[in-house]
């Protein structure tokens, strides 16, 4: 009898943790929300902004935050979700993705100057 008298004041709670839960389940086929990410100036505009109107169309309901600097900051303690780092900036204990090609930069300058 205990047993069904605590079941009977727990039924609105447990209710609330399945709507909650079913909301949370639909959502996760259309992430939402927001998004902070450091990047390079060299990044941003070489990696990012080409993607920039695809990603905005693809998920609509992300709020982008990109924060362009070139010195290095510490994805955590800056409190962003992820970086874009140039390869040889990636800290030992970071996760890292490719997101494009490997870049090769070429010094121009008149042959008398080499």
Excluded: C, K, W
Aim: hydrophobic share 45%.
């Amino acid at each position: 009898e205990e047993g069904a008298q605590l079941l009977e004041r727990l039924r609105p709670a447990l209710s609330e943790i399945d709507l909650a839960l079913e909301t949370a389940v639909e959502a996760r086929d259309r992430p939402a929300g927001n998004l902070r990410l450091t990047v390079p100036r060299t990044a941003a505009h070489l990696t990012l902004t080409p993607r920039l109107g695809a990603f905005a169309a693809a998920y609509p309901d992300i709020v982008l935050e990109i924060v362009i600097e070139d010195r290095f900051t510490d994805v955590v303690e800056g409190g962003f979700d992820a970086g874009v780092r140039l390869g040889e900036s990636l800290q030992r204990d970071m996760i890292a993705v490719r997101i494009g090609p490997d870049l090769r930069g070429a010094v121009v300058a008149a042959p008398s100057y080499f």
